[in-house]
């Protein structure tokens, strides 16, 4: 079977590139700490909604997820304590959200009607899997970036936090994979719908990932290309309804330009001669992008 593993951003940006420049700023570190704290107390909500559906069966994966929400929330309530300890917010991150824009990308309605406990059962845990995925990539580079920092008192009460976290979170994909596993033995159908499933939500996550890191110049036309990515993985008769309900959300993307606003005076207040010389230049670089895009389509 297919293992699917978090792909970087089109500009080449990933965790072990994005953390060591957080870990260097404090508020940006503290931001980012409050983003996993976020993420593992909506976790809580994703995976007791699972369990709901699933009505009491089959018996073990509801047991098995009910200790995977007792682990999110003790995630959670280590991180919250951390950042209490640290004086730093516990409210919601600012920014563009993750996890709002993964929610905006699934067919809810699909997901609502799916017939069989089977359906949903694969779409529940490929949603669940690829987001925990992406988490390990973050706490796995997140230590290896403090572990080289310099080892400070508050360093080494992160470090520390994250390191409890992160083998859990390991143990979380590989029961995952396991539960895909097994439901993919069950007939070459069955494996044909796990495969769609975690294409699909692979396609979700990875839009979801870019929207909350690119905020360069051409952002939103990076989206559209994105949404295409997700409807292609959609049955064909369901495509023109799902990219009517989100292109406008898509293109216009409030959220974006509010961050965008936000960034800039921030850089402007900062340093006004650095926002010309370096934040200008470094957000137009963002339509090179876009061309870069176009010239490889066309190829």
Not at 90 to 109: A, C, M, N, T
Not at 170 to 186: E, P
Request: aromatic fraction near 6%; glycine fraction near 6%; include cysteine.
């Amino acid at each position: 079977m297919t293992v699917a593993y978090p792909h970087k951003s089109n500009n080449g940006m990933g965790a072990r590139e994005i953390l060591p420049h957080v870990v260097r700023d404090r508020k940006l570190h503290l931001v980012m700490l409050n983003r996993y704290r976020y993420n593992e107390q909506h976790s809580c909500l994703d995976l007791t909604d699972l369990v709901e559906k699933l009505d009491g069966q089959p018996k073990e994966l509801v047991r098995d997820l009910s200790h995977h929400i007792a682990d999110e929330a003790r995630h959670a309530m280590w991180l919250t304590d951390l950042l209490m300890e640290l004086g730093a917010d516990i409210g919601k991150p600012p920014g563009v959200s993750y996890i709002k824009e993964f929610d905006r990308l699934i067919d809810q309605e699909s997901y609502k009607q799916q017939g069989n406990l089977d359906d949903r059962l694969i779409h529940g845990l490929a949603a669940i899997n690829v987001t925990e995925k992406r988490g390990c990539e973050y706490f796995s580079a997140h230590i290896k970036v403090l572990k080289e920092a310099p080892k400070t008192e508050e360093n080494i009460k992160i470090i520390k936090t994250i390191e409890q976290i992160f083998p859990e979170e390991v143990g979380h994909v590989r029961w995952g994979n396991r539960w895909l596993a097994q439901i993919a033995k069950k007939s070459p159908e069955h494996r044909q719908k796990v495969e769609q499933a975690k294409c699909q939500y692979v396609a979700i996550e990875q839009a979801a990932y870019e929207s909350g890191i690119d905020l360069m110049a051409g952002a939103e036309l990076r989206r559209l290309n994105n949404l295409l990515e997700v409807a292609n993985t959609l049955p064909v008769w369901e495509r023109p309804q799902y990219l009517i309900e989100r292109l406008p959300h898509t293109l216009l993307a409030p959220e974006l330009q509010m961050t965008r606003i936000q960034v800039a005076q921030k850089a402007w207040q900062q340093d006004p001669q650095g926002f010309i010389e370096k934040f200008v230049p470094m957000f137009l670089n963002g339509l090179n992008q876009v061309s870069k895009n176009q010239q490889k389509a066309v190829s």
